[in-house]
């Protein structure tokens, strides 16, 4: 329904002539009289009968006359209401997060979301952050929270929240527990527990071994960094880990060069999706609690 014909017609009804909506409407008389006609065409109807110089209108312009102002103003209505939605946080909402930033970073942020927001329903999915970065690209997600890529997407939009330095960690119990000065090629040769060699997080490890043409002896694979965490503490093996995850059951292992691994974490956003107003007002928490700029890195 094109609403300028609408209107127009209200105006020849109001005025009573083609001539006189013209010059309310500020255009010109053929102007009108094409408008009208479209508007006969659309319901297959005659609207105005010319009649001299002047035009008559029909019963079926008495009919459509009360629908016509009830449709503009339910229009108007539904644009106003569509235009505080935009800005108003309310409604549902979908964020991705990984199980690690979900435990250890991202209580506070939501806590103090939902009580800033009652309105908003939010849906939190946990995931792993390379499921959580398709789907924010495939759009099934507004926004997620994860271990940021060592290779951003041109697509997508990073911001980096928390930096989260890497460890070489073992068992208490572990011979490597009690040596000092391990070199990379020692640890290789012991048996390691890592995450799949597709995340992110391990790509960090894997690329500090490959700068020394070595490779770990990974004889156990588990994405869950908890899980990790358990089987390096029994004795299974070594592995990489955050700081927020190495606890009385692990210690560091006093590695012969300076090694620092640094993942980032962050979020990451999709810019072809219309942000609503529960999207952004996370945005905007999160801008206040993290200011950030934009980030640039290498991009696929």
Known sequence: MNTTNL?????????????????????????????????????????FDTVGRGIIPTATAHELLPHAKKWLEDYELCRIHLQKSKEIAAGKLVIGTSHHIGLHHLSSVLKQFIQTHPAVQLEVRFMDSEEAHKAVLDGDVALAFLT????????????????????????????????????????????AILPAANTFTSQITLAEFGKHNLRPYAT?????????????????GWSVLPETLINQDLVKIDMADDIELQRHLGVVTNPNLTRSGSTQALIDLLQVQYPYESESRQSL
Do not use: C
Request: proline share 6%.
């Open 220 to 236: 156990m694979s588990t994405n869950p960094l908890e899980s990790i965490r358990m089987l390096v503490s029994i004795g299974l």
């Open 7 to 47: 209107t127009t017609f209200i105006t020849v009804m109001k005025t009573g002539s083609i001539s006189g909506a013209a010059e309310n409407l500020f255009i010109t008389q053929p102007a009108v009289s094409k408008r009208i006609k479209n508007l006969e065409e659309e319901f297959g109807v005659t609207l």
């Open 148 to 191: 940021l890529p060592p290779t951003y997407d041109r697509r997508l939009q990073y911001h980096t929240l928390w930096s989260d330095p890497l460890y070489f960690v073992t068992g208490t119990l572990s011979t490597l527990a009690q040596k000092s000065d391990v070199s990379l090629l020692q640890l290789a040769h012991h048996p």
